[in-house]
């Protein structure tokens, strides 16, 4: 390698890991030696980094404690082998001592499975979780069922991220009373300041039509006359506004979908149906 500047021969400074020309003395890059021998490139041009792992929030430690595994290389004696496997089964136990790793476990298993089961997509997941972890650290779990705490999380997270999810959706998953769940939302929400959009009932349409098998020109008509209805029935749950929606363009367009049909994927009385429509009829006509 030649020095850009004299075209001396530049050489190796192995104490200051630097290459320097042997003729003028200039520096021409920085580099640290890696355990392998091979050197890495630290100047601003350098595009190879090396980085910690990054956190997860679906481990209770954030996935930066050393595990110990239970695979033991098939040199090793069988007794050898037995004290590995208990040395690993012991820092498992060690791990799970601490009240907060145990609870964190649980919560995450729980939060997960939920999540799982609502189709919540795996960020806010993670987000689900780190949530509850904050609430813990500010004792707000204290004195309250752990399903109250788990749905309430998982409900203002799909609401921040505009996920189709109610409340009633929630307690009926958990068997719980919606104002219970409702009661920790706010909770939260004015705890941690947190800014929750207004809900798009368009996303509720899209969910509801994907499920009664409603045409996809009917289902982008629903969309449209969200627009025209959705100040005029303001006050009202998303879900019985879209329900009301679908059955209004199925019947328009006469496609066979019945009132208890929507209601039971909508989780509404069918008067919530039925009187939306009417609503509806007397907004467009």
């Known amino acids: 390698m030649k020095c850009p500047e004299c075209k001396g021969k530049v050489v190796m400074d192995y104490e200051r890991s ?18 392998n021998g091979s050197d890495e490139e630290l100047n601003e041009n350098s595009e190879n980094y090396r980085h910690r792992k990054n956190i997860s929030h679906r481990t209770y430690d954030g996935g930066l404690s050393t595990v110990m595994s239970k695979r033991v290389n098939g040199n090793v004696d069988g007794k050898t082998a037995g004290h590995y496997r208990r040395m690993s089964k012991m820092d498992r136990r060690m791990k799970l001592q601490e009240y907060r790793n145990r609870l964190m476990k649980d919560a ?8 799982s089961k609502l189709n919540v997509p795996t960020s806010s997941t993670e987000d689900a979780i780190d949530f509850f972890e904050k609430c813990y650290r500010r004792n707000l779990t204290q004195g309250r069922a752990e399903e109250v705490v788990y749905s309430s999380v998982i409900y203002m997270i799909c609401r921040r991220d505009g996920i189709p999810i109610t409340i009633d959706e929630m307690a009926e998953k958990y068997g719980l009373c919606s104002k219970q769940i409702s009661r920790f939302y706010r909770t939260l929400k004015d705890r941690f300041e947190v800014e929750i959009p207004l809900q798009n009932i368009s996303v509720y349409i899209e969910k509801y039509s994907s499920d009664l098998s409603v045409p996809n020109p009917m289902m982008i008509q629903s969309k449209k006359l969200v627009r025209e209805v959705e100040l005029k029935m303001s006050g009202k749950k998303p879900n019985g506004i879209a329900g009301s929606i679908i059955y209004y363009i199925s019947e328009k367009n ?32």
């Open 18 to 35: 630097e290459k320097v020309c042997q003729e003028c003395g200039l520096v021409v890059r920085n580099v640290r030696f890696r355990s």
């Open 108 to 115: 995450i298993i729980e939060i997960e499975n939920q999540c």
């Open 254 to 285: 006469d496609f066979d979908l019945s009132v208890k049909e929507i209601s039971d994927v909508c989780n509404v009385s069918w008067n919530t149906i039925y009187y939306g429509y009417k609503d509806i009829e007397n907004v467009v006509e």
